[in-house]
């Protein structure tokens, strides 16, 4: 079945040490998505890429660092974890076109000790 | 920019019956409008999109009415399940793929 796929599910990591979340997909979607979800709160969208275009969002803290090597993969860094960095982080897909729907992987749960 | 307004508090409904959520926009009117499920510790699902121009769309057991003038949509679901329980979240968009704004959504627990 064509996916979303998330690694890990669980991430622990220590404060300030970096951290490298992956995603990738079989859908052959144009573009990518990365949210920051915390409990009760609505998903936050970090960056997206429609190809290898990046597009950041204004309030997004430099702390956060994405790539996408090709169509199918793609990543998200957090150079120096802080405490309100833990949360659940969420990537998504879409098509290019004027309605669409996004599909979205299972998250990575980040825990920064 | 815009602002979505969910009832944050959860919503307990007997099973059976039919559960209706709602979703607030506030600022301009939105190309179309997407419901999601979410489940604890897991991401969206997509369940339904209704344009500017559609006043209801069914799917199943669901139906979302879109009201432009209220700036409101509701999402219905019917004969409500206890596997129905989830939160569910309403998305607005502009209009192509970069604009989404998401609600915080509402949590939905049907009572067997």
């Known amino acids: 079945d064509a996916m979303v796929i998330q690694n890990p599910r669980y991430q622990v990591t220590q404060f300030g040490k970096p951290v490298t979340l992956s995603c990738s997909q079989t859908l052959n979607h144009n573009v990518m998505y990365w949210y920051q979800q915390k409990s009760s709160q609505a998903p936050k969208l970090l960056f997206h890429y429609y190809d290898k275009d990046f597009n950041n969002e204004a309030d997004t803290p430099d702390n956060f660092q994405s790539r996408r090597p090709n169509t199918s993969f793609c990543f998200l860094d957090i150079r120096s974890p802080g405490l309100g960095d833990a949360a659940m982080y969420l990537c998504?897909?879409?098509?290019?076109?004027?309605?669409?729907?996004?599909?979205f992987g299972p998250g990575t749960r980040l825990t920064v000790l | 920019s815009q602002k979505i307004e969910q009832n944050s508090e959860a919503l307990n409904i007997q099973e059976g019956k039919t559960a209706t959520l709602t979703c607030n926009y506030t600022?301009?009117?939105?190309?179309?409008l997407q419901w999601y499920r979410q489940d604890p510790g897991r991401g969206p699902v997509f369940l339904l999109l209704i344009r500017e121009n559609e006043k209801e769309k069914r799917k199943e057991r669901l139906k979302v009415t879109f009201d432009t003038t209220l700036k409101q949509s509701l999402f219905h679901i019917t004969a409500s399940q206890p596997a129905d329980s989830a939160t569910y979240l309403c998305v607005t968009s502009s209009g192509g793929y970069q604009k989404v704004t998401f609600g915080t959504g509402t949590k939905l627990q049907v009572i067997p």
């Open positions: 600022n301009y009117s939105p190309a179309y």
């Open positions: 998504a897909t879409s098509r290019a076109s004027a309605y669409n729907e996004q599909f």
